[in-house]
């Protein structure tokens, strides 16, 4: 994937906030997008991209926003779309709602948003529990400029630093269920067993665990042990 510029469009077409993250594009592309996006729609040939002799446009709609990315690149396009709705669920639970209203109300958390979400064109930090702990609200008043989590700068992006507990604990769920399909003589038509594994940790700090599997009923068969 690589991203040009990030546009976040009202119903009518006006830019709300723009990121230009290459400068291999003009700002000014976007305004295509609104005639090109209704002239498709009248056509009846509407998709999800948009060509232009400029750029391409990958584009979602919510909540009568438009978020929209251009690229220059023969890009990853199905990344483009993931990341896309990723920006939307980001912002939607540092707002509650993502609208028109709240993109007016929070310029200044969007812009450091879009900062994080994306370097360069690329996919950067995407876990809005991280973004949460040092991008907040009012965290461009603070005197005291919050410390960047361990979690940013290395793969776990789902632990937070300095865990403990009093006893080191894993508790490991094999669940299993079995799906039949018969017809009305009883002949089984399709059957299938679905199984999940789920797993409950306390254990303090960042520890490296090594779990393995094994058939014990096979094992037992073959008289292995």
């Known amino acids: 994937m690589s991203s040009s510029a990030i546009y976040i469009l009202d119903v009518k077409g006006k830019v709300l906030i723009s990121r230009n993250y290459r400068g291999d594009t003009d700002l000014g592309v976007i305004e295509k997008f609104m005639p090109l996006l209704m002239e498709k729609e009248e056509e009846g040939l509407l998709t999800p991209i948009l060509q232009t002799p400029e750029c391409t446009f990958a584009y979602i709609k919510t909540n009568n926003l438009y978020i929209v990315s251009t690229t220059k690149k023969n890009a990853n396009i199905a990344l483009v779309f993931v990341f896309l709705h990723k920006i939307v669920q980001v912002m939607a639970e540092y707002f509650k709602e993502l609208e028109e209203e709240s993109i007016r109300d929070n310029f200044v958390v969007i812009y450091e948003l879009l900062d994080e979400l994306i370097d360069f064109g690329y996919p950067q930090t995407t876990d809005s529990k991280i973004l949460q702990e040092y991008i907040t609200q009012e965290g461009h008043k603070l005197e005291i400029q919050p410390r960047i989590p361990m979690a940013v700068t290395n793969a776990v992006s789902w632990r937070s630093e300095g865990i403990k507990y009093r006893k080191n604990e894993v508790f490991l769920d094999v669940i299993e269920s079995v799906n039949l399909l018969a017809n009305a003589n009883g002949n089984v038509l399709r059957s299938e067993i679905v199984g999940a594994i789920k797993m409950r940790v306390y254990l303090s700090g960042m520890p490296e ?17």
Not at 209 to 225: I, P
């Open 209 to 225: 665990l090594r779990l393995g599997l094994n058939d014990k009923v096979l094992f037992e068969s073959t008289g292995r042990g």
